[in-house]
């Protein structure tokens, strides 16, 4: 269910990237997700990148990238609420020692399900181009 992504799937996770960016961030404006499309879709193959996969449906995905950082983590509007974005960091969890990621203060659905998979606050700022809050978290297996 949970394997490495491959180019062949860009178009699919793209979609995914932005209808759940829309989605969770009301708080910013959709013209912000929009505007970075494309460079994010330029960088995303960089990334180490997990989908989650089932009968050929990509429900959700994960990217790591500089070893650690969780750059984000997607799932589907229907598939939510069916545990497959704690699967998609349990595996993480079992690839890399420690995991930090920033995720908008105002976004409490993630905020609490990092807390719920034992990530902690470990800062708080202004993020650059959004001007919103943000939380810098982290887990470590130690």
Known sequence: MI?????????EVMGIW????????NFIPKEYWTENFDMVKEILPSA??????????????IGVVEQNYI????????????GIGEK???????????LIL???????????????????????RIHDDTKELEYTMSF???
């Open 18 to 25: 932005l209808e759940t960016n829309i989605d969770a961030h």
């Open 88 to 98: 998609l960091i349990k595996y993480c969890k079992l690839e890399y020692p420690c």
């Open 3 to 11: 394997k490495k992504f491959d180019l062949s799937k860009l178009e």
């Open 48 to 61: 180490e990148i997990y989908i989650y996969e089932e009968s050929n449906i990509i429900k959700g995905f």
């Open 71 to 82: 750059a984000g983590l997607f799932v589907k509007k229907e598939y939510q609420r069916e």
């Open 140 to 142: 470590d297996k130690k």
């Open 102 to 124: 920033d995720v908008f203060m105002k976004n409490k659905k993630a905020v609490d399900f990092y807390h719920k998979n034992d990530f902690i606050v470990q800062e708080e």
